[in-house]
C-alpha cells in the first residue's frame, strides 16, 4: 500500500507560480513511476505529466509544456510539479499518482493503469 497526500495549492493570480508536492508513505516509493492529474469543475480528469521512477524520464501535456516541470526526490519520498506562468484555464484539483505499470511510448504520452491516488489539492487561479 501506497499512501499518497498532495500539498502546495491555494490561491494565485495568473502569471503566478505555485509548487505542488506529494508525499508518498508505505511501500517502496522509488519503485513507483509517478503522475499528475487534474480535474476541473464539470469535466474529466485529464493528465498533466508523469516521471519514471528514477526521474530520468518526464512527459508533459502539450498545455503545461514549458510551464510546469516536475522532479522527485526519492530520498524524501517526494514529487514535485513547479507550476509557473499560470493561467485561469489552469484551475483545478490537481492529483498525484503512482501508476502500477506505465509504458513509455515513443510519441505521445506514456500509457498505464494508476495503482495509488491522493485526495487532490486545489489550485485556483484568478484572472
Known amino acids: 500500500q501506497v499512501q499518497l497526500v498532495e500539498s502546495g495549492g491555494g490561491l494565485v493570480q495568473a502569471g503566478g507560480s505555485l509548487r505542488l508536492s506529494c508525499a508518498a508513505s508505505g511501500r517502496t516509493f522509488s519503485n513507483y513511476a509517478m503522475g499528475w492529474f487534474r480535474q476541473a469543475t464539470g469535466k474529466e480528469r485529464e493528465f498533466v505529466a508523469a516521471?519514471?521512477?528514477?526521474?530520468?524520464?518526464?512527459y508533459y501535456v502539450d498545455s503545461v509544456k514549458g510551464r510546469f516541470t516536475t522532479s522527485r526526490d526519492n530520498a524524501k519520498n517526494t514529487v514535485i510539479l513547479q507550476m509557473n506562468i499560470l493561467k485561469p484555464e489552469d484551475t483545478a484539483v490537481y492529483y498525484c499518482?503512482?501508476?502500477?505499470?506505465?509504458?513509455?511510448?515513443?510519441?505521445?504520452?506514456?500509457?498505464?493503469?494508476?495503482?495509488?491516488w491522493g485526495k487532490g489539492t486545489l489550485v485556483t487561479v484568478s484572472s
Open positions: 499518482g503512482a501508476y502500477g505499470s506505465l509504458t513509455w511510448m515513443s510519441k505521445g504520452p506514456p500509457k498505464g493503469g494508476m495503482e495509488y
Open positions: 516521471i519514471s521512477a528514477n526521474g530520468g524520464r518526464t
